[in-house]
């Protein structure tokens, strides 16, 4: 299987708990996180 694209994110902050890391029926893997900021940021 060929991968189409990638995105990259940069996130920056601090965690508001450990990550959490479930494993999906296909054998992937999706984190959970929580990333509190004080900056702000308008388009």
Known sequence: MAVRGI???ILVGR???DPEVLYIPNGGAVA???VATSETWRD
């Open 7 to 9: 995105n990259k994110v």
């Open 15 to 17: 965690l508001g708990k």
């Open 32 to 34: 959970n996180l929580q």
